[in-house]
């Protein structure tokens, strides 16, 4: 290596302080483990319970004025553009093309492989930490590698190809049946032996901020003998989190369960829009449709397996036991805590859910093999959210339909007015987080306003 002082270059650098003994290394699983530890700081500002201190390091797409469309990272408010970092040298031991961060997409970013993508996220860690004055006291570079948050536009993370909603969360399934089929048999013969889920429109999924228009279809009421058309009555949200393929695979092969994390790149929030009229007029024989493919809403910052991994818990026991190719042991699931927020036009948000994605029923490596089981392909980039993510209490809902429980107890808002699902100009919020002991990993939030139909 380089001593310190020859700066980044052809021959690769010492990203440590010469004061600091923890050297690089080229074990990823330990790497992996430094970028956890929860006493790293970072010579960046991190304001006080920011979602992105130096142990989250998330991957992203920014637009600026300036600059066209490229992956980033980000440390508390200061976002660190890869594409600079690299064509300044700060990763060229890894062999890494600077042009792959100058993209629209992490796709072909993602496309490198799980070392690729640790490997960039240790460097991260090691360049930015509080003790390791390497890139801290090259003060001509931050102006080309940092840029403020409030500078940057955020685009869709990914180039979704495919996308697959689940229905795994026990709760919300039952709460389901409860309201439309028999409460004795809310769960459908099949939901405990399968993680239920269906293949949606990856064309409208959209990035956080950008608005959605209230979708127009076919509805029909109880006491109707034709349906009618015009603007749905019932537009809701679906409080989701959805993950995203890492690795393709071909035609005819399937993922094992016990290697499906090895495919999964990271996680964002996801609101899955819902109009409940409509879906519930079309969704028999085949499934949603119309109802479902107006909207749906990303969060811009993916957040690693690797960042998460200190906030893995034990899902819910599954009895029946599920089929061997389902099979998974250990802690599989996350505490992610999840809130929901309503703000009327003008008004102040209020909150409606409290939730965890730690509920799931169907853990992710369990979705991702059921996926593949019959052979079908996936693709870099994919996405595959969880569905509505309900807990046992009514303040954990992850739905209007539920909160409101299909529009009979209406939720009160700050202004006086009341929700039984969402009114036009509302503007729903998501956040989440996971946190333990002092160390907080965050996403940010996910928001979309509604729009009247057009």
């Not at 094992?256 to 790149?265: G, N």
Request: charged share 20%; with cysteine; aromatic share 10%.
């Amino acid at each position: 290596m380089r001593n310190e002082r020859e700066g980044p270059g052809k021959g690769g650098f010492q990203t440590r302080p010469s004061t600091d003994n923890r050297q690089p290394t080229t074990d990823n699983r330990q790497q992996m483990n430094n970028t956890n530890n929860p006493s790293l700081s970072s010579w960046l500002p991190v304001p006080p319970g920011s979602d992105f201190p130096i142990q989250n390091i998330p991957f992203g797409i920014i637009l600026t004025k300036d600059l066209s469309p490229r992956a980033a990272s980000r440390i508390g408010d200061t976002v660190i553009d890869l594409y600079s970092l690299a064509a300044l040298g700060y990763f060229h031991d890894f062999h890494i093309e600077p042009d792959v961060f100058l993209s629209s997409s992490l796709n072909n970013f993602i496309s490198l492989g799980k070392p690729t993508w640790r490997a960039v996220r240790n460097r991260l860690s090691e360049l930015f930490e509080a003790r390791n004055s390497f890139l801290r006291d090259r003060v001509k570079d931050h102006s080309t590698i940092l840029v403020d948050i409030q500078d940057v536009e955020m685009l869709l993370p990914v180039k979704v190809g495919d996308y697959t909603d689940f229905y795994s969360s026990i709760e919300h399934a039952t709460n389901v049946g409860i309201m439309f089929r028999d409460p004795a048999n809310a769960l459908l013969p099949n939901w405990k032996h399968i993680p239920v889920g269906y293949h949606g429109r990856s064309s409208s999924i959209v990035v956080s901020g950008t608005p959605v228009h209230r979708p127009k279809g076919q509805t029909k009421a109880d006491d109707a003998e034709l349906p009618e058309f015009g603007p749905s009555k019932q537009v809701d949200f679906e409080l989701e989190m959805a993950f995203i393929a890492g690795k393709s695979t071909s035609l005819g092969e399937s993922v094992p369960v016990r290697d499906a994390e090895e495919y999964i790149f990271g996680l964002v929030l996801f609101n899955d829009l819902s109009a409940r009229d409509i879906q519930k007029w079309e969704y028999v024989p085949l499934g949603p449709f119309l109802g479902k493919n107006f909207g749906s809403v990303a969060s811009p910052w993916v957040v690693t397996l690797d960042a998460l991994e200190p906030f893995r818990v034990q899902g819910p026991k599954q009895e029946p036991a599920v089929l061997p190719y389902l099979q998974t042991s250990g802690e599989r699931n996350l505490n992610i805590q999840l809130d929901v927020l309503i703000r009327p036009e003008g008004g102040a948000e209020h909150l409606v859910s409290h939730s965890n994605f730690k509920f799931m029923y169907w853990n992710m490596a369990q979705q991702l093999a059921h996926q593949t089981v019959n052979g079908c392909n996936i693709n870099v980039g994919d996405m595959y959210a969880s569905g509505t993510i309900s807990g046992p209490t009514p303040d954990s809902f992850g739905s209007m339909m539920e909160i409101a429980w299909k529009g009979t107890k209406p939720v009160g808002m700050p202004d006086g007015s009341e929700r039984k699902f969402i009114h036009d100009n509302d503007t729903v919020i998501m956040r989440g987080y996971a946190e333990r002991e002092g160390l907080r990993i965050g996403f940010g939030e996910v928001t979309t306003r509604i729009l009247p139909a057009k």
